[in-house]
């Protein structure tokens, strides 16, 4: 036990000058509740801007933050689908359940505009 906490501590300060500590990631990530589907405003899921149950089929046709979006979990049991565009248009990146990602890449990021809770666990 004290072992791995000395590697995670060596591994924090190896990062170092990172924006976000390993502690707040996984604090953050954390304020998603089970069976729900959250996107952050900010890599490292700093900055929680949209909480969706994903357990029942449904859409949201435009993200509280357009365009904002750049860390994304899918805690509930559906796939979900963020869209570039809004109303479930333009490109899709697909979460399926268990998926996160804290920073979804120069081609997602910053691009979000509307998401899809599917009836099924693959899009
Ligand atoms: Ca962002
Ligand atoms: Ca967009």
């Not at 000058?17 to 069976?35: H, I, K, N, R």
């Not at 149950?53 to 046709?61: E, N, R, V």
């Not at 963020?82 to 910053?110: K, Q």
């Amino acid at each position: 036990m004290n072992r791995t906490i000395m590697a995670v501590a060596i591994g924090i300060a190896a990062v170092g000058g990172g924006a976000v500590s390993l502690p707040g990631a996984q604090a953050a990530l954390s304020q998603c509740a089970a069976d729900h589907a959250c996107g952050w405003i900010n890599e490292n899921f700093v900055g929680l801007s949209v909480s969706r149950d994903a357990t029942t089929p449904k859409s949201l046709s435009r993200l509280p933050d357009n365009d904002a979006i750049t860390a994304i979990a899918n805690k509930g049991s559906r796939a979900v689908g963020w869209y570039t565009d809004i109303s479930m248009d333009g490109r899709r990146y697909c979460e399926t359940p268990g998926d996160s990602n804290p920073n979804v890449g120069d081609s997602w990021n910053d691009r979000f505009s509307s998401l899809a809770v599917y009836s099924t666990r693959h899009c």
